[in-house]
């Protein structure tokens, strides 16, 4: 294991997820011996090859896998992405810090994802369902209700995961198997709520964190300035929500690029100029900014809510916001989260922000698994729940840490340290708990 921290390897989010853990791990003196290898390394990966027939009758043969991290706390849970570049590397990443992320939000689930080696970009509906529909049957019983519950995530959607359960359910007739995906169409079992859960997540975290007066010059997210980098589900619902929490939205990008307005942008309007021009670019009265511009605004709230890697070792010096938002999954850097850690700039990490997510898919589940469709404001409600349940656990404990060690090289853990540490015990106390090895 490398514990250096360079802006060369910072990038990998493989490495990323390692250097993340491992600084958890410096603030925790009492593990089991041995036992870090179990939690790091992934429980299963299933690898699949499959042919289906393209519109034109040709064969193509597709690359698809599954990677389970750990399901001590409960069966598998993670999304699936169709993408060219995706890789086991990248997937088995992504799986653990779905194990951290249940963890820390509490939900009774382990981590996993999947992805198929494909360019959705360039694939009609009917291939999309082919591919769907031979991956599921080749992972067979890898998925299921009860060992590991597929999800959406890049370049699959409620559509995807129709076609999962149907496929699944065929194969496994005379049982309710509504339970095997989440992020299903509503008529299908999806949850109310879903949609709008990582953004609503990302509200109610930021306003709990805020409630521990911990951030530097901020208490409240009313007339507080956010900058949001993506628009997409977890961008445009947080701008959303953060403008009616009372924000004023500053700045807003998409991959084309971005607006500013200091008088605080309107939501309705960007989103019509968005579906009209296919940009936020252009936006009548506001400055067109770079996707670089809007990571260094002048703001008290930055949500990145796009791609990982965005601050780095090159740019992290430059953000100017109290307090930093990570809607999306992996966008600081370990070599950007110590640059704005020394700058006093508060970080609340992407397994606590954007877990709103898998919390909603934990209620579609459970409704599910008792043929049940809760009320939106019953969803909305439990979901606060976890969020400070999630967000108050991250601060205690980071106040613990401080209280009980005091490190020769001055070291404070972080909000993303402190996080980790939470979900690092809860997973290490189920497994001791169950004996699960002897
Ligand atoms: P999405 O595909 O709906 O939206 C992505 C947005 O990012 C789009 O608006 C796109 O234009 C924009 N974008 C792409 N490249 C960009 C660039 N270079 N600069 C600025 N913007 C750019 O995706 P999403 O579901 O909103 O997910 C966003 C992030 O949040 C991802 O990291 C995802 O893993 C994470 N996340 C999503 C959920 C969820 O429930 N959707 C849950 C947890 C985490």
């Known amino acids: 294991m490398n514990n250096v921290i360079t802006p060369d390897t910072d990038l990998d989010l493989y490495v990323v997820a390692q250097q993340q853990f491992e600084r958890a791990l410096s603030w925790i003196d009492d593990l089991k011996a041995g036992l870090v290898e179990y939690l790091i390394t992934p429980k299963r990966t299933v690898h699949v090859r499959f042919s289906v027939i393209m519109d034109d009758d040709s064969v193509r043969t597709f690359h698809g896998f599954r990677v389970l991290h750990n399901r001590s706390r409960g069966p598998g849970k993670g999304g699936i992405r169709y993408h060219p570049d995706v890789t086991e590397h990248e997937v088995a990443a992504l799986a653990a810090l779905m194990t951290w992320k249940t963890a820390i939000v509490d939900v009774p689930f382990g981590g996993a994802k999947g992805g198929v080696v494909c360019n959705p970009k360039e694939l009609s509906r009917a291939e999309l369902r082919r591919i769907t529909r031979r991956f599921v049957i080749e992972l067979g019983d890898a998925i299921g209700p009860h060992t590991d519950i597929p999800a ?31 992020g299903k169409p509503l008529e299908l079992g999806g949850s109310l709520g879903r949609e709008a859960a990582t953004g609503r997540g990302c509200l109610d975290a930021t306003r709990r964190l805020l409630g521990h007066s911990i951030v530097k010059d901020l208490r409240a997210i009313d007339g507080a300035r956010v900058a949001i980098q993506g628009l997409g589900n977890v961008g445009a619902t947080a701008m959303r929500l953060f403008h009616e929490a009372g924000a004023r939205i500053v700045c807003v990008s998409d991959s084309k690029g971005g607006v500013a307005d200091d008088a605080g942008l309107q939501p309705q309007q960007v989103m019509a100029h968005k579906a009209e021009n296919g940009s936020v670019v252009g936006l009548p009265e506001t400055v067109t900014i770079t996707n670089e511009d809007l990571l260094a605004y002048d703001c008290d709230i930055l949500i990145p809510a796009a791609l990982e890697s965005q601050i780095r070792a090159d740019n992290a010096a430059d953000v100017r916001a109290r307090l930093v938002v990570e809607g999306a999954n992996g966008p600081i850097t370990p070599a950007a989260d110590a640059i704005l850690q020394d700058r006093g700039i508060t970080v609340l990490p992407d397994i606590v922000a954007n877990g709103g997510g898998v919390v909603v898919s934990y209620f579609e589940w459970v409704q599910n698994l008792e043929n049940q469709q809760w009320q939106l404001d019953k969803v909305e409600e439990r979901l606060k729940f976890r969020m400070n349940a999630a967000v108050d656990a991250t601060v205690t404990q980071q106040k613990l840490i401080r209280q009980k060690i005091q490190r020769d090289d001055g070291a404070e853990p972080t909000l993303r340290d402190a996080a980790l540490v939470v979900a690092i015990r809860r997973l290490s106390d189920v497994i001791l708990q169950r004996d699960i090895w002897m």
């Open 152 to 182: 959406p995530d890049v370049y699959t959607d409620q559509q995807t995961m129709a076609w999962i359960y149907d496929t699944f359910d065929v194969f496994h007739p005379g049982q309710n198997n509504r339970a095997v995906v989440t």
